[in-house]
């Protein structure tokens, strides 16, 4: 039998955005206040409807870049000096996860260092930076004076998934350099691991393991004391992918 398109229900594709950096010791997503139906008023990723002559990657960009401002980078680039790292996530397919029609969604992982504070465009009036641990709260999540609500849509879901995809990659990948900028300290490493894990860890034993891995990490020749105390040793992200072995997630 020939191909008949019109046999097929039809539906659209979105993108959502897991925007993480790091913020103040505290891993922190980027929300966006919904200025239209529907979910109105309620806070969501950013994101939004992919355009007939768009790659995923690329609406990705400009949907990140319309609603707040910030920029993500090809995923092929090298996340160290070249801006934010973003890799796809997951796809999303409940039929009733957007009461406007069926809508599926290919989620995208953004990760940066420290980023401004972002402006709000697009279908969003209002965009923050706010902590991951209050977005996920069970009984929702609301600035202060507001009524607390979940995020809109299975955003808290798709959040969930691109926190636990951040903290199990930095266990043995390169990923957690992301959150630092081009020339960063060991001990500012360390506590993007501290702030993505929220534990404390043991600094000497830290140091030992993302030293050791020859390549993980490449010392530029200076020094910095932007940390107080003594001139730490600057360092940038080198070649080596993976850390060997693995630096494992301390169980809380």
């Not at 609301?142 to 849509?153: I, M, N, S, Y």
Request: net charge neutral.
């Amino acid at each position: 039998m020939p191909y008949d398109p019109s046999a097929f229900p039809p539906f659209a594709v979105t993108v959502d955005l897991v925007v993480l950096t790091v913020r103040r010791h505290s891993l922190c997503a980027l929300v966006v206040r919904r200025g239209e139906p529907p979910f109105q008023g309620r806070w969501a990723l950013p994101g939004g409807f992919v355009r007939a002559d768009e790659d995923l990657a690329a609406a990705a960009a400009r949907e990140l870049a319309e609603e707040t401002g910030l920029c993500a980078h090809d995923p092929a680039a090298p996340a160290q000096g070249k801006g934010a790292h973003l890799e796809q996530l997951a796809t999303y397919g409940d039929p009733k996860r957007d009461p406007r029609m069926r809508v599926v969604s290919v989620a995208h992982l953004v990760l940066a260092p420290d980023l401004p504070a972002p402006r709000a465009g697009g279908d969003a009036y209002s965009a923050r930076w706010a902590p991951v641990e209050a977005l996920l709260n069970q009984g929702g999540y609301a600035r202060e004076g507001e009524q607390a609500a979940p995020l809109a849509f299975d955003h808290a879901q798709i959040l969930a998934d691109g926190v636990e995809r951040a903290r199990s990659k930095i266990e043995y990948s390169s990923l957690a350099t992301a959150f630092c900028p081009p020339e960063f300290t060991v001990g500012e490493l360390r506590r993007v691991y501290e702030a993505v894990w929220g534990v404390a860890l043991d600094p000497r034993n830290f140091h030992r393991k993302v030293t050791g891995t020859v390549g993980f990490l490449v010392p530029t020749g200076g020094t910095t004391t932007r940390q107080g105390g003594r001139p730490a040793q600057l360092f940038r992200a080198g070649g080596a992918a993976l850390l060997n072995p693995p630096m494992l997630r301390p169980e809380v």
